[in-house]
Every structure is written in structure tokens, then in C-alpha cells.
């Protein structure tokens, strides 16, 4: 996988769905007493993570979001709080991931060819047929990979491992599976908002169970992601299967910007693709920026100028003026010259590497 695409897309969740998979954070599950497990180095832990390949599942999610993010009608699993997922996939690129939203549900579906996004209380269905180029991990929206703890804790590993200072730090008991506790540090020399990350791995099928981000000055974490209960194993091939409901409304992406109903995050996607991003340090303070050209900064949205207006501070140096929007894990500087920057990073690092943006 190419680091810099998964770099950007860590840098887009940070922004976006809350970093790297931090959407839904999950609370500690199935504590009891800690199992004894066979000792463990560090690094044979992290080789087992990331070269284990996928397996089938299906798992309950219970997450609790402390990022300081306020409530938004269109994403409320952002909003501080609780929130639970239920996620089935195949061990493939087949998956099924319900989030109840108050009395309502969102379903997504892949059956494999295509994804499918029901909202049950407007019966809308949105139906994205995939390409031929498309990668598999690249059909999945954000919402499924943000509710998938395994796939979070993989990036995060494979993006910070050489920047951090590795330790198993015991074991744990998460949706009643024995697991090690990995921790990764930042090492003193990185530039980042974030203390630590500890990632509950399981002992059996080296699968993340749960992952836990630790800011500085902060002595609970700022977000956590696992699972309450997991099945390990095939799944019922009907789960990713889907007809739309009777009298459901079934449009696709390409309908949905010709009338101009795009969701913020997308027109926002829209705008930067086919723009080769730039990437100043490494590591944990990675910095990903682009420029937004200012065509298409007049054609923004009104809606999501809107929440760009409602969630951001201006702010001004030596580099311009612009808007900071911040969370307790990353932060993102977007100059009304249309330069963005992003990263895990205090602010002060965002105003020192906008300028080097082309």
C-alpha cells in the first residue's frame, strides 16, 4: 500500500471522522482479569499485526468520543459521547456496518461489485457501482473503516512504528478474548499532539481489538475504539446482500453532485482529487498539505462553507490569514489562499509549514 496515499487519507480522518479511524471510540470492553499470555517482544507483535492477513468477523462496537467535536446532524456518531456500530465483513472486501442514529439506522453494504448507503429514516439508498481500477480497501467509505478497530490500529502502526517508541505493556480482556497491550510512543523528538496510542491486540488471531488515543495534559483518553463482542469466523453470506426497500429513493453519487446535494466532506473530496498532496516531516508529525485552487474555493458549498465558518477560528501570521480547526488529536489550517495543511500537530507546527505549501 502507498504510504503517502495512506498518510493522506490518516490526515483526511483526522479532519474529517476524528483520526485514522477515531469516528467511533469505543469504551474499554469485557474487563475482568487480565489473562497470562506467553511473553512477546514488541516488534514480533507489530510484524504479526501488520502481516496477518484479514479475517472474517462480525463484532459490536461501543465507542465514547472525547475529541471536543459539537453535535452535527449529518455525522452524529462526531459528536462527544457514546455511540455503537454493528460491522460484519467477509475477510475480503465484502462488509456490512449498521449505525443507529437515534430511531433511526444507516446501513452500508458491499456486496462486492457494489456499495450500497441506506438512510431508513428518509428510505434514501444511495447505490455507487464500483470501477475496475478500484482498489478494494478504496470501495469502503470512511464511516465503515472509521467503525473497523483492526483497520485503524493497522494504520496507525504502519504510518508511526519507526517514529515511536514501542513496549507490551501486559495483557487485557476485550469482548472476552485474551489480548497484549502494544504501546506506541512518540519518541522525544516528534512533534505531536498525542502522548501515546495502545492498541489491545489479540493473542490468537493477532487481530486489534481496541485502540486507545492519549493526548498530552490529558490523563483519560481523548478516544478509543473496540469491540464489545466479536464472532470470529464466517459470516451468513446474506449479510452482504442488499434490495432496496420498497419505495426507497435510490440515487448515485454522480446524481447527487449534478443537483448539488453533496455532503461537505464531499464536495471537499471532490475539489482536492487529481491533486498530488505534499508531505513535509515524518512520523508522527507528519504534515499533509495541498492547495485548493481558487476556482474551486468560490464554488464551495454554501453548506459546507457554513460549518468551515461555525467550527473554525481565523487566525494570521507571516504566511496569510486563514481558519484553524481543532481537536484534541490533530488539527487543520486552511488559508483563504486555498492552502490546507493537516496533521496531529500542534497549531504553531501548521503555521511554520504552511509556507513551504506550492
Do not use: C
Request: net charge negative; proline share 7%; hydrophobic share 40%.
Amino acid at each position: 500500500m502507498n504510504k503517502r496515499k495512506v498518510t493522506l487519507a490518516a490526515a483526511a480522518a483526522t479532519v474529517v471522522t476524528g483520526a485514522a479511524g477515531l469516528s467511533l471510540l469505543a469504551m474499554p470492553a469485557g474487563a475482568g482479569q487480565p489473562p497470562t499470555l506467553p511473553p512477546i517482544t514488541p516488534e514480533a507483535l507489530v510484524e504479526q499485526v501488520l502481516t496477518t492477513k484479514p479475517t472474517a468477523f462480525g463484532g459490536t462496537v461501543q465507542a465514547e468520543n472525547k475529541l471536543g467535536l459539537p453535535a452535527l446532524a449529518e455525522i452524529p456518531q462526531l459528536a462527544d459521547g457514546n455511540h455503537t456500530a454493528r460491522i460484519w465483513t467477509d475477510g475480503a472486501e465484502k462488509f456490512r456496518l449498521a449505525l443507529p442514529t437515534g430511531q433511526s439506522e444507516q446501513t452500508i453494504v458491499n456486496d462486492g461489485k457494489t456499495t450500497w448507503s441506506w438512510n431508513s429514516q428518509t428510505n434514501e439508498v444511495t447505490k455507487a457501482e464500483h470501477k475496475a481500477e478500484d482498489k478494494a480497501r478504496d470501495k469502503a467509505p470512511a464511516e465503515a473503516k472509521a467503525a473497523d478497530p483492526a483497520t485503524a490500529a493497522k494504520e496507525i502502526i504502519g504510518l508511526t512504528k519507526e517514529s515511536s517508541v514501542l513496549t507490551v505493556d501486559g495483557t487485557a480482556r476485550v469482548a472476552d478474548r485474551a489480548a497484549y497491550e502494544l504501546v506506541l510512543t512518540p519518541k522525544p523528538t516528534e512533534k505531536t499532539l498525542v502522548r501515546e496510542v495502545r492498541i489491545a491486540v489479540d493473542s490468537e488471531t493477532k487481530m486489534p481489538l481496541r485502540v486507545a488515543v492519549h493526548t498530552n495534559g490529558a490523563t483519560s483518553p481523548a478516544a478509543q475504539v473496540g469491540f464489545t463482542q466479536l464472532t470470529v469466523g464466517p459470516q451468513d453470506a446474506k449479510l452482504f446482500e442488499f434490495t432496496p426497500a420498497a419505495g426507497a429513493k435510490v440515487t448515485t453519487p454522480e446524481a447527487k453532485e449534478e443537483r448539488g446535494d453533496q455532503k461537505p466532506e464531499a464536495a471537499l473530496e471532490q475539489a482536492l482529487q487529481g491533486k498530488d498532496p505534499q508531505f513535509f516531516g515524518d512520523g508522527w508529525d507528519t504534515v499533509v498539505g495541498a492547495r485548493i485552487p481558487a476556482e474551486v474555493m468560490t464554488q464551495v458549498p454554501a453548506e459546507a462553507q457554513g460549518l468551515v465558518d461555525r467550527f473554525t477560528k481565523k487566525v494570521s501570521g507571516s504566511w496569510g490569514t486563514g481558519k484553524v480547526f481543532t481537536t484534541k488529536v490533530a488539527n487543520i489550517l486552511i488559508a483563504d489562499d486555498g492552502r490546507v495543511v493537516a496533521g496531529a500537530v500542534p497549531e504553531q507546527v501548521l503555521f511554520d509549514t504552511i509556507g513551504q505549501v506550492k
